[in-house]
T-cell receptor, first 120, second 111 residues
Framework: QVQVVQSGAEVKSPGASVKVSCKTS????????ITWVRQAPGQGLEWMGG??????????AQKLQGRVTMTADTSTSTAYMELRSLTSDDTAVYYC????FGMGNWFDPWGQGTLVTVSS | QSALTQPPSASGSPGQSVTISCTGT?????????VSWYQQHPGKAPKLMIY???KRPSGVPDRFSGSKSGNTASLTVSGVQAEDEADYYC???????????FGTGTRVTVL
């Protein structure tokens, strides 16, 4: 079955960077994109951006432009999200999900989430 | 890009119907038939419940249904059950500048 498994929790200092991985299995990786969504403690979902695993095209939320980079390794069916210049506002659970951008625009399934804590 | 507007809470007794609204603009909900709904239990990842306004993925009970009128989409749970108690988020495609936007979320309580 389709599975999406993320890397483990991270604790970072303000100003640092974090890179979260998202390993997929059970489907042809390049047939779907990967989207990233974050959820601050007690808050709602925030769409961060996505990547086409077919050609590497990326599309980011305007508020994160310049601070986020999304990549995909087709040899391991793994996607990555790197966020730089972290502040306490970036403390959140980060989710990746298979996405059907341009084919229905839904996100399914989701990874289990990766807690990123930014603290001095 | 502003979040889509959902009521903070909704509730119903077992067996009753519960409907959640999701209000956007002509640039997102009203402009595309790409509204999806996600269920999130506490401490868990979201789960896709409805896509393309009213389509149900395999395995989602048919008591979940979606609709749209103008700039407002709705999710209805007909015959709500205890296991439906969760947070629900709508999402819409918002064009090639903003791509996607989520709703503010609604907590559904089964009384």
């Amino acid at each position: 079955q389709v599975q999406v498994v993320q890397s483990g929790a991270e604790v970072k200092s303000p100003g640092a960077s974090v890179k979260v991985s998202c390993k997929t299995s059970g489907y042809t990786f390049t047939n779907y994109g990967i989207t990233w969504v974050r959820q601050a403690p007690g808050q709602g979902l925030e769409w961060m951006g996505g990547i086409s695993t077919y050609n590497g095209d990326t599309y980011y939320a305007q508020k994160l432009q310049g601070r986020v980079t999304m990549t995909a390794d087709t040899s391991t069916s793994t996607a990555y999200m790197e966020l730089r210049s972290l502040t306490s506002d970036d403390t959140a659970v980060y989710y990746c999900a298979r996405d059907a951008f341009g084919m229905g625009n839904w996100f399914d399934p989701w990874g289990q989430g990766t807690l990123v804590t930014v603290s001095s | 890009q502003s979040a889509l507007t959902q009521p903070p809470s909704a509730s119903g007794s077992p067996g009753q119907s519960v409907t959640i609204s999701c209000t956007g603009t002509s640039h997102d909900v009203g402009g595309y038939d790409y509204v999806s709904w996600y269920q999130q239990h506490p401490g868990k990842a979201p789960k896709l419940m409805i896509y393309e306004v009213n389509k149900r993925p395999s395995g989602v009970p048919d008591r979940f249904s979606g609709s749209k009128s103008g700039n407002t989409a709705s999710l209805t749970v007909s015959g709500v059950q205890a296991e439906d108690e969760a947070d629900y988020y709508c999402s819409s495609y918002a064009g090639s500048d903003n791509f996607f936007v989520f709703g503010t979320g609604t907590r559904v309580t089964v009384l």
